[in-house]
């Protein structure tokens, strides 16, 4: 074995990243994917009421239960359909979530078919009164939409 020349030194031990980079920006995309699915839920599609004096639906940083009332009556949160009694234990279990402050008990989003009877709303507004939740928003379209 030779000696190393008194003049050449050795190169240092050089990492490339360039993988590690392009793994790096795939994970990135990934989670920006799953996290538009998981906000834009999977709801049942129902034909919501018009109206012009409807707002955009703000941000808002509190828990939230979506429920779909579908044309039959028959309730659905993430596209699964659920009995009344089921319904209601999920807005309960919203009331008392950990995530909630003492004050604001989470929101209720309800997406009734125009053609559902008010009864099924009605009873999903008893629940949530029953449960202290004061924050209930209807999903309507806007004309022409």
Same mark, same amino acid.
């Given at each position: 074995?030779?000696?190393?020349? $008194?003049?050449?030194?050795?190169?240092?031990?050089?990492?490339? !990243?360039?993988?590690?980079?392009? @793994?790096?920006? *795939? *994970?990135?995309?990934?989670?920006?994917?799953?996290?538009?699915?998981?906000?834009?839920?999977?709801?049942?599609? +129902?034909?919501?009421?018009?109206?012009? #004096? #409807?707002?955009?639906?703000?941000?808002?940083?509190?828990?939230?239960?979506? @429920?779909? !009332?579908?044309?039959?009556?028959?309730?659905?949160?993430?596209?699964?359909? $659920?009995?009344?009694?089921?319904? @209601?234990?999920?807005?309960? /279990?919203? /009331?008392?979530?950990?995530?909630?402050?003492?004050?604001?008990?989470?929101?209720? %989003?309800?997406? /009734?078919? %125009?053609?559902?009877?008010?009864?099924?709303?009605?009873?999903?507004?008893?629940?949530? /009164?029953?449960?202290?939740?004061?924050? !209930?928003?209807?999903? +309507?379209?806007?004309? #022409?939409?």
């Amino acid at each position: 074995m030779r000696p190393p020349a $008194l003049g050449r030194q050795r190169s240092a031990f050089r990492f490339n !990243i360039t993988p590690m980079i392009d @793994v790096v920006f *795939l *994970l990135i995309i990934f989670f920006l994917v799953a996290s538009y699915f998981i906000r834009s839920e999977h709801a049942r599609p +129902v034909s919501l009421p018009q109206t012009p #004096g #409807g707002q955009p639906d703000a941000a808002d940083n509190r828990p939230h239960l979506t @429920v779909t !009332i579908e044309p039959d009556g028959r309730y659905s949160i993430g596209g699964q359909l $659920l009995s009344q009694d089921s319904v @209601v234990q999920r807005i309960q /279990a919203l /009331a008392q979530s950990p995530e909630t402050l003492p004050n604001e008990r989470g929101q209720v %989003r309800i997406r /009734a078919d %125009r053609t559902a009877r008010f009864a099924e709303v009605r009873q999903l507004i008893e629940a949530c /009164a029953d449960s202290q939740i004061t924050s !209930i928003r209807f999903a +309507v379209v806007q004309p #022409g939409e």
